[in-house]
């Protein structure tokens, strides 16, 4: 099952503008993660924020996470057509499992020119 | 510093038989994790191995079942394919120091997309 839900399932923005994604989950989590996935193929590992940080940020990323209200974001500043892709938060749990990694139902990102 | 690489990338099979899908892991890692994603979904945890033994499993099935080799390659078999199994087989291998239980590096191959009719 997933682990929660991804707001907006999609997103159309134009070329230099932001884009924000909102991740919801369940349960009590070690670390989230946020991927990138282009036209249903491989994943891409972005960022990784831990249960203890509350921003991290790498290039044009930001993430924010909320452990009292169970909530992530990710920004991307200054978008690019490059950016289209589903953007995807997963948690690590924190017990058991095997460090599994618990999908939410995905972001689907347009950036047009 | 070689990728994870998984095999065949596409597979139409029919309903009942038997497949087989492969994965070789990122160069000095040693567990590998796979995963189902159906369409518009996200992916979903079948299992994982770490030292050629099963190290955690999702809500599948007997019939969906692994294997890791000594080089850290790993298969992932499934029998009496169903037609809801027709989704994108992904395959992500890490790196788990001894004692700790800590992944570094989980990379995802670009998967195999399997057709079930």
């Known amino acids: 099952s997933q682990q929660g839900e991804e707001d907006p399932q999609a997103l159309s923005i134009q070329e230099g503008e932001n884009a924000t994604m909102n991740c919801s989950y369940k349960?009590?989590?070690?670390?989230l993660q946020w991927y990138r996935q282009n036209s249903g193929r491989g994943l891409v590992h972005l960022i990784l924020?831990?249960?203890?940080?509350r921003e991290k940020h790498s290039g044009r990323l930001r993430v924010t996470l909320d452990t009292s209200k169970k909530s992530s974001s990710l920004l991307i500043t200054a978008s690019r057509a490059a950016d289209t892709a589903s953007y995807f938060c997963?948690?690590?749990?924190?017990?058991?499992?095997?460090?599994?990694?618990?999908f939410g139902t995905g972001t689907q990102l347009k950036v047009e020119l | 510093e070689t990728g994870v690489t998984q095999s065949p990338t596409h597979l139409i099979k029919t309903r009942g038989q038997q497949v087989t899908l492969r994965c070789s892991s990122q160069?000095?890692?040693?567990?590998v994790s796979w995963y189902q994603q159906a369409l518009g979904q996200g992916p979903q945890f079948i299992f994982q191995?770490?030292?050629?033994?099963?190290?955690g499993r999702g809500n599948f099935p007997p019939r969906f079942s692994g294997l890791q080799f000594p080089n850290y390659s790993s298969e992932l078999n499934v029998n009496a394919l169903e037609l809801d199994d027709s989704a994108l087989y992904l395959c992500?291998?890490?790196?788990?120091?001894?004692?700790?239980?800590?992944?570094?590096?989980?990379?995802f191959g670009s998967g195999t997309r399997l057709t079930v009719v």
């Open positions: 349960t009590s989590i070690n670390n």
């Open positions: 191995y770490y030292r050629e033994e099963e190290n």
């Open positions: 160069s000095g890692h040693n567990t």
């Open positions: 924020i831990r249960s203890n940080e």
């Open positions: 992500a291998s890490s790196l788990v120091r001894a004692g700790t239980g800590i992944h570094y590096g989980y990379t």
């Open positions: 997963a948690t690590v749990g924190l017990t058991g499992g095997g460090n599994k990694l618990t």
